[in-house]
T-cell receptor, first 113, second 113 residues
Framework: NAGVMQNPRHLVRRRGQEARLRCSPM?????VYWYRQLPEEGLKFMVY????????ESGMPKERFSAEFPKEGPSILRIQQVVRGDSAAYFC???????????FGDGTRLSIL | DQQVKQNSPSLSVQEGRISILNCDYT??????FLWYKKYPAEGPTFLIS?????DKNEDGRFTVFLNKSAKHLSLHIVPSQPGDSAVYFC????????????FGKGTRLHILP
């Protein structure tokens, strides 16, 4: 019973490039959440998706960031034209229902050179 | 606008003693509360939860207490063990409104030998 899988674990990009972070939720979980953690800070909610739909993107920066959760395949968090300030750990979580505890992946650490 | 507050960034406790981690919330609609534990380079792991209809929930060495009138909850770990050294996140949601979970900034717990 695999947990939430995120890849890659570490991603290095140069300023201006695109970063794609993938998340495969736990089996049977249709709700996916993305969080960002900056050094010495807590988990900041970014976006909540259910299959093919964005339910809540109130934590997403207005530009350069997008997320999808297609019918088939993993959820993708995409950051276009990355800047130094995008360096952070990005965590994905999933749950069977929005009101139930979320299960987290081990995160993707994004470093911008 | 922080709806879930963990005012102690860190806490040190002697091994074998009781660790008490505190959390305050501002949203009176919250009716479900959770604690997560996080080790470095790993994702948060769900630890214990409590519904607002209860004031205490116990699971082994971990007990969560809820004081609704004070909008305060606490996590007690007794006896504290070296493996308990981690960051602990308090989280809350308005479950009956099917709302997403909001996380605090975390408290780093150090268990001293």
């Amino acid at each position: 019973n695999a947990g939430v899988m995120q890849n890659p674990r570490h991603l290095v990009r140069r300023r201006g490039q695109e970063a794609r972070l993938r998340c495969s939720p736990m089996k049977g979980h249709s709700h996916v959440y993305w969080y960002r953690q900056l050094p010495e800070e807590g988990l900041k909610f970014m976006v909540y998706l259910q299959k093919e739909n964005i339910i809540d993107e109130s934590g997403m920066p207005k530009e350069r960031f997008s997320a999808e959760f297609p019918k088939e395949g993993p959820s993708i968090l995409r950051i276009q034209q990355v800047v130094r300030g995008d360096s952070a750990a990005y965590f994905c979580a999933s749950s069977p229902l929005v009101s139930q505890p979320q299960h987290f992946g081990d995160g993707t650490r994004l470093s911008i050179l | 606008d922080q709806q879930v507050k963990q005012n102690s960034p860190s806490l040190s406790v002697q091994e074998g003693r009781i660790s008490i981690l505190n959390c305050d919330y501002t949203n009176s609609m919250f009716d479900y509360f959770l604690w997560y534990k996080k080790y470095p380079a790993e994702g948060p792991t769900f630890l214990i939860s409590i519904s607002s209809i209860k004031d205490k929930n116990e699971d082994g060495r971990f007990t969560v207490f809820l004081n609704k009138s004070a909008k305060h909850l606490s996590l007690h770990i007794v006896p504290s063990q070296p493996g308990d050294s981690a960051v602990y996140f308090c989280a809350a949601s308005a479950r009956d409104r099917d709302d997403k979970i909001i996380f605090g900034k975390g408290t780093r717990l150090h268990i001293l030998p």
